[in-house]
């Protein structure tokens, strides 16, 4: 199988990539360092440095006004897409922990953009289900507990409008997608990234961007 031409990502190779991306305002690196500070055990769930500007500029390119996100943890992903949104943008965002999105609602506050955020905490199938039913979102990402990957993509897909953009992480998870007898989290991914590849109601592709990263336009 062909291997393809990527270049190993050194840490020296990684720090001149973030050099040359638009740098972290004064309100994300602080999120980024209260996160590292406040929850070092569960500080992975932040997404990659270069996920923040990568996200904003597919909110610009789109043109997106309606997001919806399953997953905030710390907010860093929804603070970035917030901030690209047009003054009159929503954003949705979905978690299950008071712990974890008190320091996003801080921070949302700071940047000034806590008005284009609404976050629901509950079960994000709950809330998904309680959209409606018609096409509406321009944009989503999904960035949350893996084994309702695919719970989330159903419930989202018939809401995204045509030419709608989502955009799911950990589609890699840590390599675990490769064995063919994976269980537990990296087989619902493993399971998840078949059932994107099957979907006729989606163009998508698959990335190596930090733990692997889907696009997938609505058709």
């Not at 897909?157 to 994976?182: C, E, I, K, Q, W």
Request: aromatic content about 6%; charged content about 25%; hydrophobic content about 40%.
């Amino acid at each position: 199988m062909a291997r393809g031409n990527g270049t190993p990502l050194t840490d020296e190779l990684y720090g001149y990539m973030l050099g040359h991306n638009p740098p972290l305002d004064p309100v994300q690196r602080m999120l980024v360092e209260v996160t590292h500070t406040q929850l070092p055990l569960v500080a992975g769930k932040q997404v990659a440095e270069e996920q923040g500007p990568l996200l904003a500029f597919l909110v610009r390119l789109t043109g997106a006004r309606r997001i919806v996100e399953v997953g905030t943890f710390t907010g860093l992903s929804a603070l970035s897409m917030a901030q690209a949104l047009p003054p009159c943008g929503k954003l949705l965002t979905c978690d299950v922990s008071e712990e974890w999105t008190r320091h996003a609602r801080e921070a949302w506050e700071k940047a000034g953009v806590a008005d284009r955020i609404e976050l629901r905490i509950a079960p994000a199938l709950e809330t998904l289900r309680g959209l409606p039913s018609e096409p509406h979102i321009d944009m989503a990402f999904i960035d949350a507990d893996k084994d309702n990957y695919t719970a989330y993509w159903d419930e989202l897909v018939p809401r995204m409008r045509p030419g709608g953009l989502l955009v799911v992480d950990n589609v890699f998870f840590h390599g675990g997608v490769t064995d063919p007898d994976a269980t537990g989290p990296a087989g619902a991914i493993r399971d998840f990234n078949a059932h994107v590849k099957a979907d006729g109601r989606v163009d998508s592709v698959m990335l190596s961007i930090a733990d692997g990263l889907t696009l997938a336009r609505r058709r």
